[in-house]
C-alpha cells in the first residue's frame, strides 16, 4: 500500500513538473510576440516624434507635461511601454543563453506577469519528449518520493511519541 502511494505520488508531481518546459517554450512564443508588438508601437511613436523634429524623450516629456490628462496619460504609457520593451528584450536574451533545463529556471525566475498570466491563460499540456522535460519529471517525481518518505516519517514520530506516553 504504501510504496503504492509513493507510485502514485511520483508520477503525479513527475507528471505536474514535467510541463514546466512546455509552459515555458509557450511563454517564449508570447515573449516574441509581445516584443514585435511593443517594437511597432514605439517605431510608430519614434516616426511621429521625429515628424516634429523630437527625440521619443522630448515627445514623452511633452506629453507628460500636457495640460490635457489624457495626453499626460499616454505620455506615461509610452513611458512604460518603452521600459517593458527593454525588460522583455533582456528576458529573451536571458532564455536564448540559457539551457533547455535552465530556460525553466529563468522564466521561473523573472517572469513577466501579464505574459505568464495569458500564458497560463491559453497553456496546453503536452507530453515531455525532450531532455527537458525528462530532468523537469524526474525532479518532480524525486520531490514527489521525498515529500512521501518526509509525511510518513512524520508519522511514525508521532505513532511513537503516542506510544512512548501511554
Known amino acids: 500500500m504504501f510504496r503504492t502511494l509513493i507510485i502514485l505520488v511520483m508520477l503525479v508531481s513527475g507528471t505536474a513538473t514535467s510541463q514546466f518546459p512546455e509552459f515555458s517554450q509557450q511563454y517564449r512564443q508570447r515573449l516574441g ?3 514585435d508588438a511593443l517594437e511597432g508601437i514605439l517605431a ?3 516616426r511621429d516624434a ?3 523634429g523630437l527625440t521619443v524623450a522630448e515627445a514623452i516629456d511633452r506629453q507628460r507635461s500636457s495640460d490635457d ?3 499626460r496619460a499616454r505620455g506615461d504609457s509610452m513611458a512604460v511601454a518603452g521600459v517593458r520593451l527593454e525588460d ?5 536574451e536571458t532564455l536564448e543563453a540559457a539551457g533547455p533545463v535552465g530556460r525553466m529556471f529563468v522564466v521561473a525566475r523573472g517572469f513577466d506577469p501579464q505574459l ?3 500564458t497560463a491563460e491559453d497553456y496546453e499540456p503536452a507530453i515531455p519528449v525532450t531532455i527537458a522535460g525528462f530532468v523537469s519529471a524526474a525532479i518532480g517525481a524525486l520531490a514527489g518520493f521525498v515529500l512521501v518518505r518526509l509525511l510518513a516519517g512524520l508519522v511514525r514520530l508521532g505513532r511513537r511519541k ?3 506516553h501511554r
Open 33 to 35: 510576440g509581445a516584443i
Open 88 to 92: 522583455l528584450k533582456r528576458q529573451r
Open 69 to 71: 490628462p489624457f495626453i
Open 162 to 164: 503516542t506510544t512512548s
Open 50 to 52: 521625429s515628424a516634429f
Open 116 to 118: 505568464a498570466q495569458a
Open 44 to 46: 510608430d511613436f519614434r
